[in-house]
C-alpha cells in the first residue's frame, strides 16, 4: 500500500460566525443531497455550536457530512461562563473539532499551550482534532515561516505521544490567504506540507507521518481545489467562504 492510499481525503468547511441555526439545517440538507453518491473523501462542517444539535438532528446518524465544533473547553465541565466542553460537543453530535484556528490565536489570545490543551481535552472526549497552523504575512516576509510552524507544532504537541494522535488532523492555514482571495502557490504548498510531514516523522514515527492528513486552507474555491488536492502531501481543505454555498462546497468536496 502506497502513502497516498492510506490518507483518505477530507474536505471540511468552517463556517465561522455565520449561519442561525435555522440557514444552518437547510444548508446542511442542501449539501447532503448535492453530496449523495460521493465516495472517496471524508466530509466535515463545522457551524457555530449551536447548531450542531440542530444539524445532527437534520443529517441523522449515519449521514455522509459529519460536523465539528469550532472551538473546546479544556475541561469537562465547571463554573466556566460562555465556554462549551468536549463531552458537550461529542453529545451534541460532531466528530471534530476546529483547534487554534488565527483567528482565535488573533482575537482570543490563544496560544501554542492553549492548543495543546484543548487537543488533549478534544481526544479524552473522542473527538477527531483539526490543529490549525499557520504564519502571517509578516513572518513570511522575514522568512520565519518554518521557524513558526516548527514551533506551533513542537509547542502545540507537547507532552503527547505517539498513541495520542493517530486520528489528528493537521491543517495548514497561512494567514495571509484567509478570506484574502490569495492561495498559496503550489511550490509553497507543497513545499510547507512535506516540511510539516518530515517534522512529524522526525518528532514521532514515520507511520504516524505516513498517515497523518495535512490540510491546506486559505482561500480555497471551486476553481482551485483541483490544483490544490495535485499537490503531493496535501490530503484536503480547510474551506472559509466557499463553504458556506452549498452548491460550491460540493463542488469542491467533487474535486
Ligand atoms: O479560515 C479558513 C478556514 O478555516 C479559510 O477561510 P477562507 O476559505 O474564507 O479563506
Not at 460562555?82 to 496560544?111: C, L, N, W
Request: glycine share 12%; charged share 25%.
Amino acid at each position: 500500500m502506497t502513502e497516498i492510499a492510506i490518507r483518505k481525503p477530507l474536505i471540511a468547511g468552517n463556517w465561522k460566525m455565520y449561519k442561525t441555526g435555522t440557514q444552518a439545517v437547510a444548508a446542511a440538507k442542501q449539501l447532503a443531497d448535492l453530496t449523495q453518491g460521493v465516495t472517496g473523501v471524508d466530509i466535515m462542517i463545522a457551524p457555530t455550536a449551536l447548531s450542531l444539535p440542530l444539524m445532527a438532528a437534520a443529517l441523522g446518524k449515519d449521514a455522509q457530512v459529519r460536523l465539528g465544533a469550532q472551538n473546546i473547553y479544556p475541561g469537562t465541565e465547571g463554573a466556566f461562563t460562555g465556554e462549551v466542553s468536549g463531552p458537550m460537543i461529542k453529545d451534541a453530535g460532531a466528530d471534530y473539532v476546529i483547534i487554534g484556528h488565527s483567528e482565535r490565536r488573533q482575537y482570543f489570545g490563544e496560544t501554542d499551550e492553549t492548543v495543546g490543551s484543548k487537543i488533549r481535552a478534544a481526544l479524552d472526549a473522542g473527538l477527531i482534532p483539526v490543529m490549525c497552523i499557520g504564519e502571517t504575512e509578516s513572518q513570511r516576509d522575514a522568512d520565519k515561516t518554518f521557524f513558526i510552524l516548527d514551533k506551533q507544532v513542537s509547542d502545540g504537541l507537547k507532552g503527547f505521544d505517539l498513541g495520542d494522535l493517530n486520528s489528528l488532523v493537521l491543517a495548514y492555514e497561512p494567514v495571509w490567504a484567509i478570506g484574502t482571495g490569495k492561495t498559496a502557490g503550489p511550490e509553497q504548498v507543497k513545499e510547507v506540507h512535506g516540511f510539516l510531514r518530515h517534522l512529524i516523522k522526525e518528532k514521532y514515527a514515520e507511520g504516524l507521518a505516513a498517515k497523518m492528513r495535512i490540510l491546506y486552507g486559505g482561500s480555497v474555491k471551486p476553481g482551485n481545489i483541483k490544483d490544490l488536492m495535485h499537490i503531493e502531501d496535501v490530503d484536503g481543505a480547510l474551506v472559509g467562504g466557499a463553504s458556506l454555498n452549498p452548491a460550491d462546497f460540493n463542488k469542491i468536496i467533487r474535486f
